[in-house]
């Protein structure tokens, strides 16, 4: 928790460095949808870390010089100079002030880029904000900030979290969990899976089906914010909280048929907390439930213990284990018509 508070003194200055990170997104089993203040969740989460869907970025620093202005950042992502980002990250670095003051003598240069396109419909805040906290608390390092690994991924999944709430579970290999409960005494940044996770989920496979890579109609913030006063939130927090307690004994021993249903359940029940609002609306399209009809079918027919997942969105990630990776893939070949993006649970970010 210290390794998280705010810092009264300033280090030594190093005058330059550089450092690069690769951080992965995740996929929440368990869903975190409700917040209070800068990412404070309403209930606990449990996330998958991605392994294919990444986000490289790399950080460069300067001390600037007496006549300058102090703080000033170039960004560049795949190359290219993007402003549309420039909001999001002035508000990050804004947040960031109070804990990294060296901050406000430094140029850095941000280059970032992500494996999966830009338009694919996949969020890529979750992993670019844990590849950009992981910069800065390396930097943090270079300046004389003295930390212990556990500390170093804790505080950067802290910083993760003041970007983008979800964020902060990217920082972790396999699985991560997030929020106060039983198992974590805190909700300002999330930890690994403190249990064993059963031999089944190892590599476990998640099929991303874009269904559509637009622009979402309702952006994740608002959707937060209408279950401020959503008649079922109270409800649906104790629901999440007890999903949460069973998603990691499920976890544990490895129980496929209580997997499939809870995960299930906790898509469907994020979707019918968006079209209950009190301003409802539908982030799933017709293919969404086409693709989801289709797949109860295989599982049924098949026996296969295939299941879905859905984050804020239309697309449905498709999570089925290791061993059944061929005949899924097939199965997806031949009857799922919209691009498919394959990834499987990875070993969370590393240091380029
Ligand atoms: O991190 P945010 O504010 O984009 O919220 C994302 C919430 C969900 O992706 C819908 C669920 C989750 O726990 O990741």
């Known amino acids: 928790m210290s390794s998280c508070t705010k810092r009264l003194k300033k280090l030594s200055t190093n005058s330059h460095g550089a450092t690069t990170w690769k951080a992965p997104s995740n996929i929440a089993l368990v869903k975190y949808w409700g917040k209070k203040d800068i990412q404070i969740p309403c209930n606990p989460s449990v996330s998958f870390t991605l392994k294919n869907c990444y986000t490289k970025t790399s950080l460069k620093w300067e001390a600037s010089s007496s006549d300058e202005k102090g703080f000033q950042y170039t960004f560049l992502f795949e190359g290219e100079e993007t402003p549309s980002f420039h909001g999001k990250i002035d508000q990050f670095f804004e947040k960031l002030m109070d804990y990294i003051p060296e901050i406000k003598d430094y140029r850095f240069e941000i280059s970032s880029e992500n494996s999966f396109p830009h338009s694919a419909g996949i969020a890529s805040s979750a992993s670019a904000m844990a590849a950009l906290s992981l910069c800065l608390v390396s930097f943090e390092r270079d300046m004389g900030l003295d930390l212990t690994e556990d500390q170093f991924f804790n505080r950067a999944s802290f910083f993760a979290r003041l970007g983008s709430g979800s964020a902060c579970r990217s920082l972790y290999p396999e699985v991560a969990c997030w929020g106060e409960s039983e198992v974590i005494g805190n909700n300002l940044f999330a930890l690994p899976l403190a249990q064993k996770l059963n031999e089944i989920f190892k590599n476990y496979q998640d099929s991303v089906v874009i269904v559509d890579s637009g622009v979402k109609s309702v952006s994740s913030r608002a959707g937060h914010a209408l279950m401020n006063d959503h008649p079922f939130a109270m409800t649906r927090f104790e629901q999440a909280s007890l999903n949460y307690r069973k998603c990691l004994e499920i976890l544990e021993k490895g129980d496929l048929e209580s997997f499939i249903g809870l995960v299930e359940n906790e898509a469907l029940t994020l979707h019918a907390m968006m079209m209950t609002s009190k301003e409802n609306y539908m982030l799933m399209k017709p293919g969404t ?47 799922i018509s919209f691009k498919v993006i394959h990834d499987e649970l990875g070993e969370g970010p590393i240091n380029l």
């Open 289 to 335: 439930l086409d693709v989801i009809e289709k797949l109860r079918l295989f599982r049924s027919e098949t026996n296969i213990p295939v299941c879905f997942t859905l984050d804020a969105g239309p697309n449905v990630h498709i999570l089925y284990p290791k061993r059944n990776e061929e005949a899924v893939k097939t199965w997806i070949s031949e009857n």
